[in-house]
């Protein structure tokens, strides 16, 4: 059982932070050592998922390729070695339809069809999706993943851009996340405001989110002989969605299968603000690439400021402090309070009232920080529904609180956001990489050596290096093995480019998952 006991570690001294800018962070409050350690730790779980050409989430839970976690992955990756984080995206954009979507899973053939649900057979990408211009060869499921992806590639490539020059790294990847966004912002405008619609929760992300609840209750589910849940024989059930979750997750995928994978045609859509959030956070660093490659960008960063704008106009409530979904089916916010809710912090264009509310929620009565959480929980420590253990219905994830964490440290709260790394880097190693934790105590649950709890772990680690050089102890640049890796001549090096300015547009002044 993927679980552990209680946490022995301490909480955090939140009151013992220095502060910093968002270009300079505070130095790490844990001694050399700890630090050295912890970020060896870090990279023997990526060693260990690594198969070649990608890296998995969990060896046991999730053996295939997921998109989101192949972004967050790549980023941690960038410093132990970005020719492998850069394989990591490629491989994932080697599996792009021919319609611009990424699909959430590239099944390696490898792995046995009962060793995950759904599993490719399920999908029938390469017949179902061929009129969406699906893979004939690779096979993958047919729907999608928050676009993360851009962001990814444009700090993979600061991380050695001699490298990526040489390569021609951005030149290949940049056309085929144009295309991505292009799915995006076209297909997927269900509501018409201008912003994406998912079409099933495991889009999203947060597969079984209290937000899904109300538009999930129109589907039907599809009968529970009809499939065998495969993550039950590796996780706790009390940890994981329920039976009639899962029966509602199936029939809209049977559906949007059977329907030849056309978009605007099922009876679940929703504007989410964390993934648009995380679409235009992209757009900013896809203007970035395009300056690189020598293109002015311009079109691109006045898009993420349009979509921003319309962000804050369809999702934000202002009684309530934070954004909230649409369902547009109905046309109706889902006043269910997310930590998809609070993710926009991310973005540097928002509204500063917008910021100071963000702010105000994120460490209020209904997640908590600072106060009665560690970390900030994925649901409102209020709602009638939030559970400290299943899924997305309560419990604290690294993914989540490390997009918190910049965002704070972008809008210039680096008190907050010094704490908040803090707590991560300490439930990080104390849990064993877990895949997501209970948010009062830090308590494990789902998969351990999770792939992205690790990637994010060494990203923060490297806060205190990016600009200055400092190495991380024993360890760092080693093989799970214990060898020592050999660089090639760009291979390892830190250029101090300023990565928190640039993943978030600033310039430079300034699951179960299916």
């Known amino acids: 059982m993927d679980r552990t006991t209680q946490l022995t570690a301490r909480r955090p001294d939140r009151g013992a932070h220095v502060g910093g800018d968002v270009y300079d962070p505070a130095a790490p409050t844990a001694p050399t050592a700890s630090s050295g350690s912890l970020h060896?730790?870090?990279?023997?779980?990526?060693?260990?998922?690594?198969?070649?050409?990608?890296?998995?989430?969990s060896r046991k839970l999730y053996p295939h390729q997921w998109s989101w976690d192949s972004a967050f992955i790549a980023i941690g990756l960038r410093h132990l070695s970005p020719l492998r984080a850069q394989t990591e995206l490629e491989t994932l954009l080697a599996a792009q339809w021919g319609d611009g979507r990424i699909p959430h899973i590239?099944?390696?053939?490898?792995?046995?069809?009962?060793?995950?649900?759904?599993?490719?057979?399920?999908?029938?990408?390469?017949t179902a999706g061929r009129g969406a211009g699906a893979p004939r060869t690779?096979?993958?499921?047919?729907?999608?993943?928050?676009?993360?992806?851009?962001?990814?590639?444009?700090?993979?490539?600061?991380?050695?851009?001699?490298?990526?020059?040489?390569?021609?790294?951005?030149?290949?990847?940049?056309?085929?996340?144009?295309?991505?966004?292009?799915?995006?912002?076209?297909?997927?405008?269900?509501?018409?405001g201008g912003l994406a619609s998912?079409?099933?929760?495991?889009?999203?992300g947060m597969d079984n989110s209290p937000t899904w609840d109300a538009p999930l209750a129109r589907i039907t589910p599809?009968?529970?002989?009809?499939?065998?849940?495969?993550?039950?024989?590796?996780?706790?059930?009390?940890?994981?969605?329920?039976?009639?979750?899962?029966?509602?997750?199936?029939?809209?995928?049977?559906d949007y299968r059977d329907a030849g994978y056309a978009d605007g045609q099922g009876e679940f859509a929703v504007e989410d603000p964390a993934f648009n959030a995380l679409l235009i956070a992209s757009e900013h660093a896809l203007a970035r690439i395009a300056k690189e490659l020598g293109a002015p960008g311009t079109a691109r960063q006045a898009r993420a400021e349009r979509l921003t704008a319309a962000l804050v106009e369809r999702l934000w409530d202002p009684a309530e402090g934070m954004f909230f979904c649409r369902d547009a089916t109905t046309d109706a916010l889902v006043p269910e309070r997310s930590v998809s809710g609070l993710l926009p912090l991310l973005l540097p264009g928002l509204p500063r009232d917008v910021v100071a509310a963000l702010v105000r929620t994120v460490h209020g009565p209904h997640f908590g920080l600072g106060d009665a959480t560690r970390l900030v929980p994925s649901y409102d420590l209020t709602g009638e529904a939030f559970d400290p253990h299943r899924y997305w219905?309560?419990?604290?994830?690294?993914?989540?609180?490390?997009m918190l964490e910049r965002g704070l440290r972008l809008h210039g709260e680096s008190g907050r956001a010094d704490a908040l790394r803090a707590a991560l880097l300490e439930t990080a190693g104390a849990s064993g990489f877990a895949e997501y934790v209970d948010p009062y105590t830090g308590e494990a649950c789902g998969a351990l050596a999770f792939s992205w709890t690790a990637?994010?772990?060494?990203?923060?680690?490297?806060?205190?290096?990016?600009?200055?050089g400092h190495d991380?102890?024993?360890g760092h640049g080693r093989h799970h093995d214990g060898h020592e890796q050999h660089h090639g001549p760009h291979e390892g090096r830190h250029h101090g480019h300023h990565d928190n300015e640039v993943v978030f547009g600033m310039s430079d002044q300034g699951g179960d998952r299916g």
């Open 40 to 57: 060896r730790a870090a990279a023997e779980v990526l060693a260990d998922n690594w198969t070649g050409r990608s890296t998995v989430p």
């Open 106 to 126: 590239v099944f390696n053939p490898s792995v046995p069809l009962d060793a995950y649900f759904p599993s490719p057979d399920f999908w029938r990408s390469s």
């Open 138 to 192: 690779t096979q993958t499921s047919g729907i999608v993943q928050p676009p993360v992806h851009a962001l990814a590639a444009w700090l993979v490539h600061r991380a050695d851009p001699g490298l990526s020059r040489a390569r021609g790294f951005l030149s290949r990847v940049y056309p085929r996340l144009a295309a991505w966004h292009r799915y995006l912002l076209h297909r997927r405008d269900l509501g018409g």
């Open 198 to 204: 998912v079409v099933h929760p495991w889009e999203q």
């Open 222 to 254: 599809a009968p529970a002989r009809s499939f065998r849940r495969a993550d039950l024989d590796h996780g706790a059930a009390e940890d994981r969605p329920t039976d009639l979750d899962y029966g509602r997750y199936v029939r809209l995928a049977v």
């Open 393 to 402: 219905r309560g419990p604290a994830w690294f993914n989540t609180n490390w």
């Open 455 to 468: 990637a994010l772990t060494l990203d923060l680690l490297h806060q205190d290096d990016q600009d200055h």
């Open 472 to 474: 991380h102890g024993p």
